[in-house]
């Protein structure tokens, strides 16, 4: 019964002190951080304790091994040095870290039962520069390309994306893990062009948690068939009969242009027309001049062409016009305006759409002041004349008045009597009216 009761008093007793060390384990706490870490730079491994009652904390390396007991380090790896030391924290760092360091580094804290956190170091490694090539190197307007980019041996595996100047693509990216535990990251990029994306960059954007804005880039070149334009140099405004033209032709492509041609659609350019390079330039100005003229460039990539549509008008009056030749002159204006409609009815239309000297394209417009005068002169005489027939009706209707006395009245014996005896009495009165205009 004796040895009964001492059990059962030990077994107690026991309970109580291991709740006892159980709570007080439990109350400190050992914690610790991963640590992520470019290869080469320098990792910091915390060892923290809260509430701690003198109990040793050391770190231990992946293999088990001791790097540091206290502020003591039994390892004898220089690259592990003391950062800090007190009773609530070991701090160690770590220089020039290389990929084999990697691992689950042990914190330790001697209690009953020991405690232990975990750090995690991963080693970054960042991949080389980007390359990129391209399966062109020229282009043509129009046409597909396809161009990869090349991020190679990184830890973890980079991400590519790709941008035309300011506009984002979307690539096909391959992910490639090496014999060394590295990865290879290939992306690839297919668009078509055109001529505006000439000299435009083409950039292969690496995004890796060990580097910040690593990309490269490559310039398009686009080569695509001539831009023609033509310019009026002279005159500036209506081509009128017995003035000069200068016409400009301006050619842009890739390659430049080297044959800049002038034609006249559907004839032939005027015998002492001059052509230097790209200029056409017409002295003394006719209407048998009148037509389209055509400036076309190429290269190799193609031709392209623009219109110039001449349309002389009659040279200009600086001379005072008689009044009496007011009529003739305005009938001349409207023949030449028929003239212009007809031409304009039938002109051929021609891509792109030709340059018309008829609406002074080129150059400011002028105030024809031959026309203005006609129709002024018209509206003038239109008055004049209705003056004149207005004056001749008005001077026919004066307004005079006749009287008709009555007949026989000489026969009569009294005034009474050849009143009312006489035709035309008193008695047809009503039937008598005037007018007045």
């Given amino acids: 019964m004796a040895n009964a009761g001492s059990g059962s008093l030990a077994t107690i007793l026991f309970l109580f002190?291991?709740?006892?060390?159980?709570?007080?384990?439990?109350?400190?706490?050992?914690?610790?951080?991963?640590?992520?870490?470019?290869?080469?730079?320098?990792?910091?491994?915390?060892?923290?304790?809260?509430?701690?009652?003198?109990?040793?904390?050391?770190?231990?390396?992946?293999?088990?091994?001791?790097?540091?007991?206290?502020?003591?380090?039994?390892?004898?790896?220089?690259?592990?040095?003391?950062?800090?030391?007190?009773?609530?924290?070991?701090?160690?760092?770590?220089?020039?870290?290389s990929l084999s360091d990697e691992g689950r580094y042990v914190c330790q804290l001697y209690t009953d039962p020991p405690q232990e956190a975990y750090a995690d170091i991963t080693v970054l490694i960042p991949p080389g520069n980007p390359i990129i090539e391209a399966k062109d190197e020229v282009l043509s307007e129009g046409n597909e390309t396809e161009m990869t980019c090349t991020a190679m041996s990184s830890k973890p595996a980079a991400t590519i994306r790709w941008m035309k100047g300011d506009k984002e693509l979307t690539g096909k990216p391959k992910v490639e893990l090496t014999y060394d535990k590295m990865y290879t990251v290939t992306s690839r990029v297919a668009f078509a062009v055109s001529k505006e994306d000439d000299g435009v960059p083409v950039i292969c954007i690496v995004d890796h948690p060990a580097v910040k804005d690593f990309r490269a880039r490559r310039f398009l070149e686009v080569q695509y068939k001539p831009e023609v334009k033509i310019v009026v140099e002279f005159p500036q405004g209506l081509t009128r009969e017995g003035e000069n033209l200068e016409l400009m032709c301006h050619a842009k492509g890739k390659p430049q242009p080297q044959r800049i041609n002038w034609y006249k659609v559907d004839d032939e350019v005027p015998t002492h027309a001059v052509i230097t390079g790209s200029d056409l330039y017409i002295e003394n100005l006719n209407k048998s001049y009148n037509g389209t003229y055509r400036c076309v460039a190429s290269n190799p990539l193609g031709e392209s062409y623009d219109d110039y549509v001449l349309y002389v008008y009659d040279a200009p009056t600086t001379t005072p016009i008689p009044t009496s030749a007011i009529i003739t002159t305005t009938t001349i204006i409207t023949t030449s305006t028929s003239n212009f409609e007809a031409n304009q009815d039938t002109a051929p239309s021609t891509e792109p759409a030709a340059h018309d000297s008829r609406a002074g394209e080129g150059a400011p417009r002028t105030v024809d002041h031959a026309v203005i005068g006609g129709v002024v002169a018209v509206v003038v005489f239109a008055m004049l004349c209705l003056l004149i027939v207005l004056g001749r009706y008005f001077a026919r209707h004066k307004g005079t008045y006749f009287t008709h006395e009555a007949k026989g009245a000489d026969d009569a014996a009294d005034a009474d009597t050849a009143i009312i005896n006489a035709e035309g009495g008193h008695t047809n009165s009503d039937e008598k009216k005037e007018y007045y205009i």
């Fill in 17 to 97: 002190i291991s709740q006892a060390a159980l709570h007080k384990v439990v109350s400190q706490n050992l914690v610790t951080d991963n640590v992520a870490v470019v290869e080469g730079e320098t990792a910091i491994i915390s060892c923290r304790v809260k509430n701690n009652d003198d109990s040793v904390i050391q770190l231990l390396n992946p293999n088990r091994q001791t790097i540091y007991f206290r502020d003591m380090r039994p390892l004898k790896d220089a690259r592990f040095q003391l950062v800090n030391f007190s009773e609530n924290e070991l701090r160690v760092s770590l220089s020039n870290v």
